[in-house]
Every structure is written in C-alpha cells, then in structure tokens.
C-alpha cells in the first residue's frame, strides 16, 4: 500500500515531465505537408515565385513546389504578402483544408511598410496557397555572433599556338552580432599568355558597420590594392560615414553608404597622388526561386576633391545558380576604372566558376 502512495504520490510530477519534455520536441519546428502525403519539418526559411524554401536538420534546404503543398503550419510568426492584401504582414501560419493555410495573429510589419500595428487581414478564415506572394523568416535585429562566407574560384588553361592561363579567386566573410557587421573581401587575378603576363592584381578591403537603428547605421571601410602590370599599381582608401539598409532578408539585401575619407595612388615610377574623397558604395542581392537563383551588384563610385585623378569606380555585377546550401556556379563581371590626368587603369575581368558557401 505504501508503495502505491508513493507512485501515485510520483505520478503528476511525471506528467509534467512528459508534457514538457513532449512540448519542447515540438517547439521550433515548422510543419509541411504535401499532396502525396509526406510531411517535412524544419524551419520555413521563404515562399518566393512559387517555390518554398525549408531547412531540415536531416536533408539541409528543401524547395518545394507550392503546389505540392497539401497545407502547413509555422512555429513562429513570417512575414507575408498576398493577393488580398496589398501591404507585408506578419502572422502565424495554422493547417486547414487541403490547398489553403489559416492566418492567425496578423499585424503590420515593423521592418518593413507596417507600423507594427493590427492590421485587416483575413484572421482566422481560410487563406488559399495559391494567394500568397510571398512569405518570408524576420530576422532578429539583435542576435547571437553569425558568421557566414563564401569562396569563388575559376580557372581556364588552354594550349595551342599561344598558352593561355587565367586564374581569378574572390573571398568574402561576414560577421554579425549585436549592433555591429563586420565584413571583409578578398580578390586576386592573374592572366598569362605564353611567357607574357596581362594581368596580375590582387585587393583586400574591410568594412565595419555600427547599426543605430534597424536600418541606419555608421560605416567605415579601408582598402587596398595593389597591381604588377598597371603603371598605376597602389591604390589605398579609407573613410567613415552613414549608411542605410532598405532591406536584409531571406529573398536579399540592398544597402547604400556615402563616406568621406582619403584616396593614396602610387605609380611604377615611384610617384604618388594623395587626396580627400567622397564616395557612394551599393551592395544588392536578390534571391529567385526559393534561393536557387541570385542576382548581385556591388561596388564603390569615388571622387577625388583635388589630385591627379578625377574619379574611380569599381565593382562586380553577376548571377549565381546554387545548386544545394553549400555550392553553386557563377558568372560574373567585374570593373577597376580610375580616371586621371596622369596614369589611368581601365580593367574588366569576366570570369565563371564554382562558389563553395558556409
């Protein structure tokens, strides 16, 4: 009898226990299911074009053609656009009938064209699959430290009448948390033809943003580059000023600074040209598809306020096919362009290859 008491006595406690433990195993997990009748859970990362983007533990991103899609649910809130409701809005994904999504919690998006106030969305009635636009994860303004980086290689050797190498490399690391985003970029290029060496380059420049609010922040950014084939082979930057994020998301980003700072040239013949500067920079991409298909565009307009060189410009502009989480092919355009009155470079490189991500 006593030992009855005792396991009754027990008995609460591990009820506790199980709802707990059985609550937590469902927490952070969205839900979808298909047509056919599978069910996939993870984390809904987008719905862009037609395509839904979920990452699973256990078969990394997963896109899935949202007509395929029976219903699904979402752990924590997205935010959507759809054909009845002109402006972006957050809410949390429930399951219903087949072909159709239950909308609940519904309000303006606060990153976004809402105030972060209610707003009229179909709360609690039916919202068919096939009329949502958009959806997309928030991301956090502040979180833990998220490092992230990329690397670009391309190669192409030939041997005929002449032998042609041409190797290019670009790196680019990201780092956030808190308040501030480091990035930091890396490019080299080299180009042979038989004995003769057409191009030979390499650049490195670091940015550091301090965000004052979800979009403003303050930038400052140094750089340098150094050239074997130019005349003029040294160019140093650096400088500080505002910046404004329109928009960083899972469908893309686009970004625009204006800084004040200081351009050195140096020449082959020992010379060198110093001056104040001002500048614009852009960095934009956007994703297709679930992510499967990238645009990008980034580079830096620089004037000079005196000196031998009038302006600069240089950047890169390309597409990208990802063909899992972690590789994808690109094709890609870049430009160097300093104009002076003394030496000036005129580069273009154009170049394809595979780009390994992490």
Not at 46 to 64: F, P, V, W
Not at 108 to 123: C, I, T
Not at 138 to 154: E, I, K, M, V, Y
Not at 244 to 273: C, I, K, N, P, T
Request: charged share 25%.
């Amino acid at each position: 009898m006593l030992h009855l008491r005792r396991i009754a006595s027990c008995l609460p406690r591990f009820i506790v226990l199980v709802l707990l433990y059985g609550a937590g195993g469902l927490a952070f997990a969205d839900t979808v299911w298909l047509n056919n009748g599978d069910r996939i859970s993870g984390t809904i990362r987008s719905l862009d074009a037609g395509k839904l983007l979920i990452h699973t533990d256990y078969g990394g991103e997963i896109r899935i053609a949202i007509e395929k899609v029976k219903t699904m649910q979402s752990d924590g809130e997205l935010v959507l656009r759809d054909e009845e409701y002109e402006r972006a809005y957050r809410a949390t994904l429930k399951p219903a009938q087949a072909g159709s999504v239950v909308v609940y919690g519904a309000q303006g998006d606060g990153d976004g064209d809402g105030d972060g106030d209610a707003v009229e969305a179909p709360l609690g009635e039916p919202l068919p699959l096939s009329s949502l636009n958009s959806a997309v994860r928030p991301r956090p303004f502040l979180n833990d430290a998220l490092f992230t980086g990329r690397l670009d290689l391309a190669a192409n050797l030939k041997s005929a009448s002449t032998d042609t190498q041409d190797y290019s490399a670009a790196l680019q690391g990201g780092l956030r948390h808190g308040l501030w985003r480091h990035a930091l970029n890396a490019t080299y290029a080299r180009s042979e033809e038989d004995a003769s060496v057409n191009t030979d380059n390499y650049g490195v420049d670091y940015t550091l943003d301090r965000f004052l609010s979800k979009q403003a922040f303050w930038q400052g950014r140094v750089l340098h580059r150094r050239d074997w084939v130019e005349d003029l082979n040294r160019q140093t930057a650096y400088g500080t000023g505002p910046g404004y994020q329109f928009w960083d998301d899972e469908r893309g980003a686009f970004s625009l600074s204006a800084l004040f700072g200081r351009v050195h040239y140096g020449y082959s013949d020992g010379g060198s040209d110093n001056s104040y500067a001002y500048s614009l920079r852009w960095d934009y991409v956007h994703y297709f598809s679930g992510k499967q298909f990238e645009l990008f565009a980034r580079g830096e307009l620089l004037r000079p306020f005196d000196g031998d060189a009038d302006v600069s410009v240089s950047g890169e502009m390309g597409a990208r096919y990802n063909m899992n989480s972690w590789l994808s092919l690109y094709m890609k355009y870049a430009r160097n362009q300093v104009s002076s009155s003394r030496e000036s470079l005129n580069e273009s490189i154009y170049s394809t290859g595979i780009g390994v991500r992490w």
